[in-house]
């Protein structure tokens, strides 16, 4: 059974930063992750490719930044500047694209609030 196990979700204040890891169980070339606020639909907030090739949300460009680990299957998020907007619960994705990924994580939730 495929595992994804994200770490590093919490309480911060607007502008503040937050990482979040994640480690898979395999091996896959698309990474990343979503995210999902309370009445919205999942979004995609930033994959990676093998290679390093990213995509990211317009609304986390320039804030947020994507990498990966591949030797050790594992992908991060550094959030920067962070705001209210950027609450939600956020998922890490492994493997399929980065439209239909085909592995989870459980989520971890991020709030931004003062």
């Known amino acids: 059974q495929v595992q994804l196990v994200e770490s590093g979700g919490g309480f911060i204040q607007p502008g503040g930063s937050l990482r979040l890891s994640c480690a898979a169980s395999?091996?896959?070339?698309?990474m990343g992750w979503y995210r999902q606020a309370p009445g919205k639909q999942r979004e995609l907030v930033a994959g990676?490719?093998?290679?390093?090739?990213?995509n990211y949300a317009d609304s986390v460009k320039g804030r947020f930044t994507i990498s990966r680990d591949a030797a050790k299957n594992t992908v991060s998020l550094q959030m920067n500047d962070l705001e209210p907007d950027d609450t939600a619960v956020y998922y890490c994705?492994?493997?399929?694209?980065?439209?239909?990924?085909?592995?989870w994580g459980q989520g971890t939730q991020v709030t931004v609030s003062s």
């Open positions: 990676i490719r093998r290679g390093g090739i990213t």
């Open positions: 395999i091996s896959t070339s698309t």
């Open positions: 994705f492994a493997g399929g694209s980065f439209s239909l990924p085909a592995y």
